[in-house]
């Protein structure tokens, strides 16, 4: 495979990864929004599976050095941070 079309595959796939950790967070919204409230066991299994979902598919895209570990953690890492601040400015609504 030649540089540059690896690196084409690893831009794919962080972008993927990406939009991926973004649909999370809109469906949390949604879920935060319309559903049920943040203690609710079923927003805990909800957000569970969909974090331990995206670390499985980061994993996977490290394996094939598709994205580098570090690069993925910081993903995952952004990922926590930005819902940690929607559950808080959920929580201060009501």
Known sequence: MS???AAGHREIAFKLLKA???KILKLIEVQMENLTMP???LYEEV???QMFGLSREIDFAVRLDLI???EGRALL???ERQLSALHEA???NK
């Open 47 to 49: 957000l569970d599976t």
């Open 90 to 92: 959920s929580t201060k």
């Open 3 to 5: 540089t540059e079309m």
């Open 20 to 22: 991926d950790a973004h």
């Open 68 to 70: 580098q570990a570090e």
């Open 77 to 79: 890492e952004s990922l």
């Open 39 to 41: 203690q609710c066991p």
